[in-house]
């Protein structure tokens, strides 16, 4: 084509943008609501307040608070704590 | 044809900081980790001390030299389609456009971190969407700042990442 270098560097760039969109997005393997409520309801009972529930690494992983403290709680798929870890 | 000094030191450390430090959380460090905060919160530190800069700093430093103005912004993008080179020395009226938005995104990226992080906003869902959205934004802006400083360096003649780096804009005409 008749354009100048600097215009077709500026063109690809621009095509390339989308692409860029992807990079800061999590891909979630998903739970099931059926999980999900079992994860929340055995939690809620010992007294969690409950926030978000995703898998991550093989096992569930589960924002919530106790006590006054904001935890990531990790279950395997028999629903046990395997690893608590505090947000300090 | 003359050498100009424009960026002072402030402004070299500054953006080569941000660009290594956003660079590693975004693209690196494990965003779950205390480090991705730390960084996250120096990012905030440096923007708070650019602005600062921004309002008491050297001639080409100060925002009252880049003002967010439309109307030039227009008149540089006519200039570019007519083929006409009117280089600038300080930011160029489309390139303080950049800036702006990146050191609003910049500081709203660190504030929907953060607020991951309080008692009220843990685990939602989002905080932590909003978060993506806005680093998603920065890296496109950053792609297009790059492209753009390239394209510009070639049609000016002026080696503009380079200048950021000296504080020299070379070859600039008299």
Same mark, same amino acid.
């Given at each position: ?19 860029? &969109? ?8 998903? %739970? ?11 939690? %809620? ?38 690893? %608590?870890?505090?947000?300090? | 044809?003359? +050498?100009? +000094?424009?960026?002072?030191?402030f402004v070299?450390?500054f ?32 923007i708070v001390a650019r602005i600062i800069w921004g309002l008491v700093g050297t001639r080409y430093a100060r925002f009252s030299s880049f003002p967010p103005s439309?109307?030039a ?17 300080g930011h160029?009226p489309?390139g303080a456009w950049m800036i702006y938005n990146l050191l609003v995104?910049?500081?709203?990226? &660190? ?5 991951? %992080?309080?008692?009220?906003?843990? &685990? ?29 360096? +070639? ?6 990442? +380079? ?12």
């Amino acid at each position: 084509m008749n354009m100048r270098l600097p215009a077709r560097l500026l063109l690809v760039a621009m095509l390339a943008l989308p692409a860029t &969109g992807a990079i800061a997005s999590e891909r979630h393997d998903a %739970t099931t609501a059926a999980q999900e409520q079992t994860i929340r309801d055995t939690l %809620t009972a010992q007294g969690y307040d409950v926030r978000k529930i995703k898998r991550e690494d093989g096992l569930f992983e589960v924002y919530a608070i106790k006590d006054g403290e904001r935890l990531e709680i990790y279950l395997d798929s028999a629903m046990n704590i395997v690893r %608590t870890k505090r947000d300090d | 044809m003359k +050498r100009v +000094r424009v960026w002072d030191l402030f402004v070299r450390v500054f953006h080569w900081s941000l660009v290594i430090l956003f660079g590693a959380n975004a693209l690196v460090i494990d965003e779950e980790s205390a480090v991705h905060e730390w960084i996250g919160y120096a990012v905030v530190v440096l923007i708070v001390a650019r602005i600062i800069w921004g309002l008491v700093g050297t001639r080409y430093a100060r925002f009252s030299s880049f003002p967010p103005s439309r109307s030039a912004a227009m008149e540089q993008m006519t200039d570019i389609a007519a083929g006409r080179t009117r280089a600038h020395v300080g930011h160029t009226p489309l390139g303080a456009w950049m800036i702006y938005n990146l050191l609003v995104t910049m500081l709203l990226i &660190g504030l929907s971190g953060y607020l991951m %992080t309080t008692d009220m906003f843990w &685990g939602t869902e989002w905080t932590e969407e909003l978060h993506e959205i806005l680093v998603s934004w920065a890296e496109l802006s950053v792609v297009a700042h790059i492209a753009a400083v390239i394209f510009e360096s +070639r049609r000016l003649h002026v080696n503009l990442p +380079r200048a950021m780096v000296t504080g020299y804009k070379e070859n600039m005409p008299e």
